[in-house]
């Protein structure tokens, strides 16, 4: 049954929505601007984002992705991904190379994500459900606290987020063609902001067809055309590192770094610094960036060929430093101003994130464990023990779980796309930091999909107006 034009309670419903909307955004904007003027002048770029605010200044003053070091030569870069500082670039251009304008555009960013979550839940459950997910990104302690903060990681969940909501616009049949392909230069963003976000770019192509569409070969193709868009929106760097870097690299040369951090013989499963007798040998004698980055990656991979067993042993210790405790933001805090965020503050907000966190977990769990039909009993023992793993220190675990969870409803993940790319965005985490190495910042890339799979998907309605 679909509402008349006329029906003046479609109306309501319709300026309710609206009214929601516009509250969701308002509330997000403000609370991340009070955080903004709160942090203005008083802290500083910090760890990776000193490189970042340094280079987003360079591009837009003119000078590109381009490092001056001390004895004024000037090189090439492409070390980190390009995709934040050139965004922030755009920023300094416009309003001015400060990191106050890049916690604006932080702001700003944020509050479009808690729009956007807003959207996909009420097409998919209504007004309170699109309220509560959106009020969930607006007011998450982790991605408030996060937005002083001159790094990838809030940016990157948050870019997913409306990754999401531009795959549900493409689904729901309107435009589609159109919303696929935003949605392909949205993952493209991602992917130079994150280059490992590009095994998401597939599962997004998937799920941007209705539920109701079983077309295998029509979800393969869309996750295909989004593949590719994705990529194409990287190319022309990729061009760009082949012409100016040592040797090609397709976003950014720090691959090999990694993959050394995460197999070399004093590994600890989170980061180590590569410097003095960790360097190889072979490796000490080049010095060209994307080069080097190479000879490290072969390192990295006879590391784990003389020690495969070492190697893997290291796996759970790398995926509960990535999923156990995030405290991104107030590592950053505390990093960038000790004084300002001394260590009892920086304990105090981890321990409300992780508490937001853990129970946004559970409740997603709650949520594929006890809709559909498809091996309910099976998933109702799964979300059990992924719920106790939740209510422990081994939360890494209930995180997986969350994600066997999911796959055991099969076909009904068709039904649930929010749930399907939450559980994938874990699963693709899991697997990247299995291999190379764990911190808390990478599995808060994460955090922000959860809210909306904690909130839950009934079974999809007639479409409505857009």
Known sequence: MTDSPSDPSRGRRLTARWRDALLVFTLALLVRGAVVLWAKGRFPPADDGSFYDVVAARIAHGAGYTWLWPDGAVTYAAHYPVGYPALLGVVYALFGATPTAAMGFNALLGALSALAAHTVMFWSGGRVRGLVAGLLIALHPGLVFYTPALMTEGVAAELLVIALFLTCAAARGRRAAGFLGLLGVCMGVLVLVRPQLLLMAPLFGFFSLGATQTRWGARAVRAGVVSALAVAVCLPWTARNCARMDRCVFVSANG?????????????????????????????????????????GQAGMANIRQRPWAFLALVPRKLSQTFDYFGAPGHYLHTSNYLAFDEARKVRLGVVETLWERLVLLAAIAQVAGRGQGQRRVRLLGGAISAVFALTRWGYLAYLGFVVTSLLAGRELLKRPVAAVSAGAILTTALTHAVFFGAGRYGFVCAALLCLASVGEPEPRPSSSF
Do not use: H, M, Q
Request: charge should be negative; charged fraction near 25%.
């Open 256 to 296: 090999g770094w990694n993959l050394l951090i995460g197999s070399a013989p004093e590994a600890n499963g989170g980061w180590i610094a590569i410097e003095g007798e960790r360097v190889p040998p072979e490796c000490r004698t080049v010095f060209g960036e994307a080069e080097k980055d190479r000879c490290f």
